[in-house]
Structure formats: structure tokens, C-alpha cells
């Protein structure tokens, strides 16, 4: 395993497992203050390797592609102080759990909203506007004139969006949609505030009636037993045959055979998807077969600087932990009561 470069020596010093190489802003403050083992490999640890390679540190830095569970937290040991996962999702850890052993777990919400909402935005405009078909054709030499006919695809302009999961995504998703003139619908659990629906001028609206309304849907809910196959073939039939479903929540979140069903039998118009189910899709999924599918690799939140900014809160959260002082990110404060 790579633990080389990664292995800072020091008696003493808090022991850490950092479960992938991340951005130098939340690497650096980690080797600088831990004796910490870096996983080097492109690819996520082997289940076997993390295991023994988390037995008795004081903290470990997951990622999303690392389960965190009682089988986890047993092998660590009972001296683990913090989980700090890089990702503000963290439906790879069983929380309840850490919370048991009261053990704090971090995320990083915050930063990474914006640069989110700007992929859920490329999405929609290239689904709409088939991009990556274009760029397609061009290359196979399939650009003959100006065509008329040529690459269709419904306006973005003026067109109503359904936002499901109105949360800092949801909410940066709906700033972008007021600047190109769309009737905004949300759906949540509850409905919002009046002062939060007026800002985005957004309307709240069962999810029936939102999926039935909306020219493009984007998915912004957590990953949860209530929210897994969420588009499933019954709600996906509710959906307009000319609408764009795009997907930058979670992969489970969407029904991947019933999506190619209802893409394959224009039941659909287009699907963009950061996500899928699982990850990486197997390259024979069925839905790569699809012109009107368009599948990008969970790069949602990958910009440099928002990436940066992960890692330096990953890294925060992290050291926090060691220390014993509260994280500025917990995803489970309950830990923290009674202390
Ligand atoms: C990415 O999917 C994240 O949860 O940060
Ligand atoms: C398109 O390029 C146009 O001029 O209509």
C-alpha cells in the first residue's frame, strides 16, 4: 500500500489513516500535526486493506467509497476519536453508530454548493441542447451543413423547473434558473419559509404535480431508506415525454432500469447523470447505449478550489476530533450532548 510519502514519524502524535491522496489545503494541516498513512492508489482501499490499515488510529479521513460501520469502528478500536468524511454526503457512514460510541463525524457542507449547482446547471443546458451528441457527430464526420432539422431540443429559457430537495443546493440551483426566466416548483419534505420562496420566487407543490409540470427535473435530496429508487417507474411515468431529468444527488436515488425503459421508449427526453447506480456504471449498462443519456463520473463538486476547500474542512474536522474539541461540521451534534 502506498503509505511511503504519506508516513509521518513521531511519537506521540495522533495516529490517522487518510483513505485517498486529497488537495494539498487538507493534506498538508494533516501531516503536519498526525503520523498519518495516505492511501495513495487512484482506486479506494479494498475493504481488507482499510480495515487493517484503520486499527488503531486516533482519526481516519474517509471518503465517500469507504463504509463506515460497526464492523469498521470494531476493528479501529476504541481510542478513535473522529471520522472525518470528505464529501458533504455521508450516506457511506452509518451514523448512528459512530453516535453510539460517541464518536463525532464530519462533513463539508457549505463550500461545495455552489460548484454543485453549477454542474446540475451544465447538465440541464447540455441535455437540452445535446452537446455531447454534437460534439459526437462532429467528430463522426457527420457535419455535412447548417441543418435545419438538425439536433433539436427544447428551450431552457422560460421553461419551468422541478427541484426536488430545496436544501443550499436545491436553493443555488433555483438563483441560476430565476437568471433564464423559469417557473420554479420545489418539493421537500416541508414546505419552506414564505421569505425563502419568494427569494427564488419558487413554488412549493406535491411531487406528483411537480413531476408532471416540470420540463427539467433536478434531484437535490440526500441519499435515504425514503429517498432510494425515489424515480421509480411509476413516478418517472408522471414526467412529461419531453422532459430532462438530471441527477447530481445520489445514484440510488433513481431507478437506473426504469430511467432506461422510459428513455428508450421516449417516455423521456433526456437524463443527465452525475450519479448512477452503482459507481463507475458498468460499462455494458444499458444506458450508455443511449444517445439522449449522458453520464458524467461524480464530478459534481470538482473544481480546484472548491476541492481545496473540502479538504481543508475535511482536514479541520479532522483535527478538531483529535483534540477532543467540538467540529465545526458535525453531521451528528447529538454526540456532543450530555458532555
Ligand atoms: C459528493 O457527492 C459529496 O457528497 O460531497
Ligand atoms: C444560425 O446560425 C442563424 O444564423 O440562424
Excluded at 460501520?69 to 470494531?74: A, G, H, K, T, Y
Excluded at 435545419?148 to 443550499?168: E, K, N, Q, W
Excluded at 437524463?271 to 447506480?277: C, E, F, I, S
Excluded at 474536522?317 to 451534534?333: C, D, F, M, Q, S
Aim: proline share 8%.
Amino acid at each position: 500500500m502506498g503509505d511511503g510519502a504519506g508516513t509521518g514519524a513521531g511519537a506521540g502524535r495522533p495516529r490517522v489513516f487518510v483513505a485517498r491522496v486529497i488537495p494539498e489545503d487538507g493534506l498538508a494541516p494533516v501531516l503536519a500535526a498526525c503520523d498519518a498513512r495516505v492511501w495513495e492508489d487512484e482506486l479506494p482501499p479494498p475493504r481488507a486493506d482499510l480495515l487493517r490499515a484503520i486499527e488503531g488510529c486516533d482519526g481516519v479521513l474517509t471518503l465517500l467509497t469507504d463504509r463506515v460501520d460497526d464492523e469498521f469502528l470494531d476493528r479501529a478500536g476504541p481510542q478513535l476519536k473522529v471520522v472525518s468524511n470528505y464529501a458533504v454526503g455521508f450516506d457511506n457512514i452509518d451514523v448512528p453508530a459512530c453516535t453510539r460510541r460517541g464518536i463525532p463525524v464530519g462533513n463539508t457542507p457549505g463550500v461545495l454548493t455552489e460548484t454543485t449547482a453549477d454542474l446540475a446547471w451544465a447538465l440541464i443546458m447540455a441535455a437540452a441542447r445535446r452537446l455531447p451528441e454534437g460534439d459526437r457527430y462532429v467528430r463522426a464526420s457527420r457535419w455535412k451543413t447548417w441543418g435545419p432539422m438538425l439536433l433539436l431540443g427544447p428551450d431552457v429559457y422560460d421553461a419551468t423547473l422541478g427541484i426536488v430537495g430545496f436544501g443550499r443546493i436545491g436553493q443555488a440551483v433555483a438563483r441560476r434558473a430565476m437568471g433564464f426566466g423559469m417557473t420554479i416548483l420545489y418539493h421537500d419534505v416541508s414546505q419552506l419559509p414564505v421569505e425563502v420562496e419568494a427569494a427564488y420566487g419558487a413554488t412549493f407543490v406535491p411531487l406528483e404535480e411537480l413531476l408532471a409540470r416540470s420540463d427539467f427535473v433536478s434531484l437535490h435530496v440526500n441519499l435515504t431508506p425514503e429517498t432510494r429508487q425515489l424515480m421509480n417507474a411509476e413516478r418517472l411515468g408522471w414526467m412529461k415525454p419531453s422532459a430532462v431529468l438530471v441527477n447530481t444527488s445520489r445514484g440510488p436515488v433513481v431507478d437506473p432500469r426504469a430511467l432506461y425503459d422510459a428513455l428508450s421508449r421516449g417516455g423521456l427526453f433526456a437524463a443527465a447523470l452525475d450519479v448512477t447506480d452503482p459507481e463507475p456504471i458498468p460499462l455494458d449498462d444499458p444506458l450508455l447505449t443511449l444517445d439522449n443519456c449522458l453520464v458524467v463520473p461524480h464530478i459534481a463538486s470538482a473544481s480546484r478550489a472548491t476541492r481545496g476547500k473540502m479538504g481543508a474542512m475535511a482536514a479541520a474536522n479532522l483535527l478538531a476530533g483529535l483534540r477532543g474539541e467540538r467540529l465545526p461540521t458535525p453531521v451528528n451534534p447529538e454526540v456532543y450532548e450530555g458532555r
